[in-house]
């Protein structure tokens, strides 16, 4: 069975706040979160974020960015709504005002996918569109009806709660990919993911004073996430090229997620990539918008006309969870 | 993999040797056996894939995701003792 990357589209809004305005504004929050930390490393936390900009919800809500990317997904694979077999929403913080209803339902009915399967998991963070790809594949396996899937994520965190330093300044986006057998696409070659449990509760969603928060261990991420973040992600790209029978060397276009650019300094790194390797994003402008980023970057890549027929696409990222995921595409 | 000494497969030699030749911040420092390597700032995150993959080749073992953390590999001591354990398992 062969599953192709149809499309993909992202929404971000058009209001947008400066990253040094957030930090002002959230400085207590930034300051609480921090102050479990050396005085070393909180210094180093707020170095080379890499992030002027964010967008920022106002008058759309992530739903209206997860609909207005899912419809322009559908119609660059020229798909009619009522082919559709499968939505999945990823969202991690899909917004205040929306975590009781799923957007894959919620898109289902917008979209006149009346019979489509319906799915909806949190918590992959940057990395649940590898774990939505891997479930979209595992189901179109088991399942000769599903033959075209759409993946969603749209994110938002609550108010009050957009530093998750000492990793990022998430901004807000919608996305989507479709999946889908027919020939026209990348091929998707490979997909590896993997959760440590015990690290749920390093960036988590909590409640402060009866309201919705966002609760970032900082030491637990430099002392327990930091020491194998690389490490493991560093694993499953080994793990997922050599599943294809290729080599680092095979892949054309990196294709990593806007935490921050030490981050993504970090991990050019770790792959011994030179400074041209990891192309240039719009992280400064969008800030970190979690698994939108990934489609974020595809996106840009395919716009600026980078991707060629049979050229290789590595698509890896890390997040909530604690998750990693790589997914291999041939385009 | 390592030498023998006293029935026993040495282990915090070759890591030391290993870490003082690789990593920055070890090079002119005396890592002592309970040297924290990794809470201490000698190690980085990136530093963590080379050291892994070098105890996993010298001493021939394979770590599972969950058996790597900075607490167990964040000082000879510990690592002598993980690797140990998994020496062990494999008899």
């Known amino acids: 069975m062969k599953v192709r990357i149809a499309s993909a589209a992202y929404a971000v809004p058009r209001e947008s706040e400066n990253v040094e305005a957030v930090l002002s504004r959230e400085r207590d929050r930034v300051e609480a979160a921090l102050a479990s930390l050396s005085a070393r490393s909180r210094h180093k936390a707020t170095l080379g974020l890499g992030l002027e900009r964010v967008r920022v919800c106002g008058s759309r809500q992530p739903f209206d960015l997860v609909l207005e990317a899912a419809s322009a997904a559908l119609q660059e694979a020229s798909l009619a709504q009522g082919d559709l077999d499968l939505i999945i929403d990823f969202s991690t913080f899909p917004g205040e005002n929306s975590h009781q209803v799923s957007f894959a339902h919620k898109l289902s009915a917008e979209l006149n996918a009346e019979t489509s399967l319906n799915l909806s998991f949190k918590a992959g963070g940057c990395a649940g569109l590898h774990i939505a790809v891997k479930t979209a594949m595992a189901l179109m396996a088991n399942d000769g009806k599903i033959r075209n899937a759409l993946l969603v994520t749209g994110d938002t965190p609550p108010q009050g709660n957009r530093t998750l330093l000492p990793v990022t300044v998430q901004g807000d986006a919608g996305s989507a990919m479709v999946l889908r057998q027919q020939p026209g696409g990348p091929e998707i070659l490979a997909v590896q993911v993997m959760t440590l449990g015990h690290l749920y509760d390093a960036i988590c969603l909590t409640r402060e004073n009866g309201r919705l928060a966002i609760a970032v261990d900082a030491l637990r991420i430099e002392n327990a996430v930091m020491p194998i973040y690389y490490l493991n992600l560093y694993r499953l790209i080994q793990d997922a090229l050599a599943s294809a029978s290729l080599t680092l060397d095979d892949v054309d276009h990196f294709i990593y997620s806007n935490i921050s650019q030490r981050d993504r300094d970090g991990f050019g790194r770790m792959l011994g990539l030179s400074e041209n390797d990891l192309p240039k994003t719009p992280m400064a402008e969008y800030g970190h918008t979690f698994a939108s980023d990934l489609i974020i970057n595809y996106q840009t890549l395919r716009q600026q006309g980078s991707i060629h027929p049979g050229q290789l696409l590595l698509f890896a990222s890390a997040g909530i969870g604690f998750t990693w995921g790589v997914t291999l595409a041939r385009a | ?91």
Do not use: W
């Open chain 2, 1 to 91: 993999m390592g030498t023998a000494k006293e029935g026993l497969v040495e282990i915090k030699s070759p890591v030391r040797r290993y870490i003082q030749e690789n990593c920055f911040f070890a090079a002119s420092t005396q890592i002592g056996d309970a040297t924290p390597l990794i809470t201490g700032g000698f190690i980085d995150s990136i530093g963590m894939i080379g050291l892994v993959a070098f105890i996993e080749e010298h001493f021939k073992i394979e770590f599972l995701p969950t058996e790597i953390n900075a607490q167990g590999l964040d000082s000879l001591d510990r690592i002598e003792a993980l690797v140990r354990h998994k020496i062990g398992s494999r008899a």
